[in-house]
């Protein structure tokens, strides 16, 4: 939280349902409290517009905020009079529809002008929150950012930007257009993953504890069973409202059970199965900003579950560090299902046993796709159990290899089969552009 509120341009990114919106709102609850004057734009509500006309929309708003704090600061007739007519100008263009960027990229140093004179004259600092910017087609998105950019060049305006990372292109390095991190922005990353179970698990846990403090219900160990608790960090993903989620499903599935004392891993199952739905027109949901690209992932992924579950019976799976590099499309398009919580990096460089120098990066399945209606028996599958990642066969009499010392763990996740990204290369025309 304290770098969300320094005076730096930052991009915020993680999977929906990390807390994006949640660290931004705190963020501008703490900045309100200090002082600074603050302008929320949620991106959803300007998903039908172009982007110069979502561009003007925000004007228009930082216009209005301009003109209320200019009372406030006692600023003088002369400001009040160019400032009233530079809104009048963005209005007149909104109103005309379908202005070119070439249009309303002439406003942005009149816009500048004026902020710079309000922070000047004011001694506040302005923060844009803009939430949600993945809604913006992606292709469209550095040049929205690099409008806003443009009005917060040499003045105390600063942009707090939350999406999800690979739904969206901040930057095109030619000509440059956008935010460009290190040297314009800063990357906030929330994703919590599973590459390290054990304190995905404390994390979460410690998040439901503060709900059920906060409420006064039963104790955890009254509720959820040891076993159930795993497996809701396993069905998470390591995503907070994922985990919260499930937790309320799975309380409802286990009190449809008979005799039922506890939350069972049967029950995170059912959820977790139920929940897969959802995911899916969330999916959909975040990836329609783009046409066509929602239906070139659900393609994707349903080659990977056939991969996965059909033809190797097993549910994670590793990509080679070479065949990403040569494949860059498919891998956005992985990387983009991961985004989208249907797949779940475990670990992001493991070693080769047979080849020197050769490593790879370790997914796994989301348990939505095997789990449920769609449980299939006698595949391989990774478990989380007792803080270790477990690898069992179900309904077999097959003994489990546990990953309890570093060599075990590595020899068990090297049994994941080899996904070759090509087979994703009718599928990633869209992603090529991201």
């Known amino acids: 939280m304290s770098v969300a509120i320094t005076p730096r341009h ?3 990114f993680g999977r929906r349902g990390v807390g994006k919106t949640s660290l931004l709102l705190e963020a501008k609850r703490l900045l309100e409290n200090q002082g600074a004057y603050v302008l929320w734009v949620n991106v959803q509500s300007l998903r039908s517009l172009g982007v110069g ?3 003007l929309t925000v004007a228009l708003k930082l216009c209005d905020l301009l003109l209320s704090a200019q009372e406030a600061v006692r600023s003088s007739q002369a400001g009040f009079d160019a400032l009233r007519a530079l809104r009048a100008n963005i209005e007149q263009r909104f109103a005309a529809n379908g202005s070119t960027l070439q249009d309303v990229a002439i406003l942005v140093p009149q816009l500048q002008q004026e902020c710079s004179r309000f922070t000047l004259q004011a001694q506040r600092t302005i923060y844009l929150f803009i939430d949600d910017i993945h809604y913006l087609p992606s292709s469209e998105v550095p040049y929205f950012l690099d409008l806003l950019h443009g009005v917060t060049r040499d003045n105390l305006v600063w942009l707090k930007v939350a999406g999800i990372q690979h ?8 000509p440059p257009t956008g935010l460009q991190t290190g040297h314009d922005a800063t990357i906030i990353n929330l994703d919590v993953t599973l590459e390290h179970p054990e304190r995905a698990k404390d994390f979460l846990g410690n998040v439901l504890r503060g709900y059920v403090e906060e409420s006064n219900a039963l104790p955890l160990s009254k509720v959820l069973s040891s076993a159930a608790l795993d497996r809701l960090v396993l069905a998470s993903g390591g995503v907070p409202r994922d985990f919260l989620t499930l937790c309320a499903s799975s309380i409802q599935t286990a009190r449809q059970r008979p005799n039922a004392k506890t939350v069972g891993v049967q029950d ?3 959820a977790a ?3 897969g739905q959802t995911k899916l027109q969330e999916l959909e949901d975040d990836a329609a900003a783009t046409l066509g690209r929602s239906g070139e ?3 994707s992924l349903n080659i990977v579950r056939e991969f996965l579950l059909s033809s190797e019976e097993i549910t994670y799976f590793r990509v080679d560090f070479r065949d990403k590099e040569a494949h860059s499309s498919e891998y956005r398009v992985l990387q983009a299902l991961a985004d989208l919580r249907m797949l779940h990096l ?3 460089s493991l070693s080769d046993q047979h080849h020197a120098g050769q490593r ?8 939505s796709q095997y789990s449920g209606s769609r449980f299939k028996q006698g595949i391989h599958v990774l478990d989380f159990e007792r803080g270790h990642l477990v690898l069992k066969r179900t309904r077999s009499a097959e003994a489990a290899r546990i990953g309890d010392t570093v060599l075990k763990l590595v020899s068990l996740l090297r049994r994941a089969p080899i996904f070759d990204l090509s087979r994703l290369a009718a599928y990633s025309r869209l992603s090529e552009n991201l």
């Open 10 to 12: 930052h991009l915020v």
């Open 53 to 55: 006309s979502a561009f």
């Open 167 to 174: 739904q969206t292109r901040w930057f095109i390095p030619v």
């Open 268 to 270: 995170v199952n059912n």
């Open 273 to 275: 199965g139920v929940a």
């Open 297 to 299: 992932l659900i393609a």
């Open 346 to 348: 475990i670990n992001p």
């Open 360 to 367: 790879a990066e370790v997914y796994l399945l989301d348990l």
